[in-house]
């Protein structure tokens, strides 16, 4: 069992930064593949970036690509988004999953954080 809990959301201006923070606990984390998804309001719950166990590979939503970039720390089981240049239309609650594979489907990852919103204004 792992327990995933999504930090670092919050309100900022279109063109700003925020980095957000998934910490885990439980079994080994390295064990595990972990992604980023996103649900804005009246959408369905979309993938935003992924990354393997060891970091050494990463993917991302053609949307996101060259703004956020998804890296992870095994010694602190913990994994980040950093988001750029962000716009509006990346509001949304975000949130953290793992799982053995990875893939884009939300049906591959097993354990979800909470989730945290991301609010850009224009």
């Known amino acids: 069992q792992v327990q995933l809990v999504d930090a670092g959301g919050g309100l900022v201006q279109a063109g700003g930064s925020l980095r957000l923070s998934c910490a885990a606990s439980?079994?080994?984390?390295?064990?595990?593949?972990m992604a980023w998804f996103r649900q804005g309001p009246g959408k369905e719950r979309e993938f935003v970036a992924g990354?393997?166990?060891?970091?050494?590979?990463?993917y991302y939503a053609d949307s996101v690509k060259g703004r956020f970039t998804i890296s992870r720390d095994n010694v602190k089981n913990t994994v980040y988004l950093q988001m750029i240049s962000l716009k509006p239309e990346d509001t949304a609650v975000y949130y953290c999953?793992?799982?053995?594979?990875?893939?884009?489907?939300?049906?591959?990852?097993?354990?979800w954080g909470q989730g945290t919103q991301v609010t850009v204004s224009s």
């Open positions: 990354i393997s166990r060891y970091g050494r590979s990463t």
């Open positions: 439980g079994r080994s984390f390295s064990s595990y593949s």
């Open positions: 999953a793992g799982g053995v594979g990875l893939g884009l489907s939300q049906s591959e990852y097993d354990y």
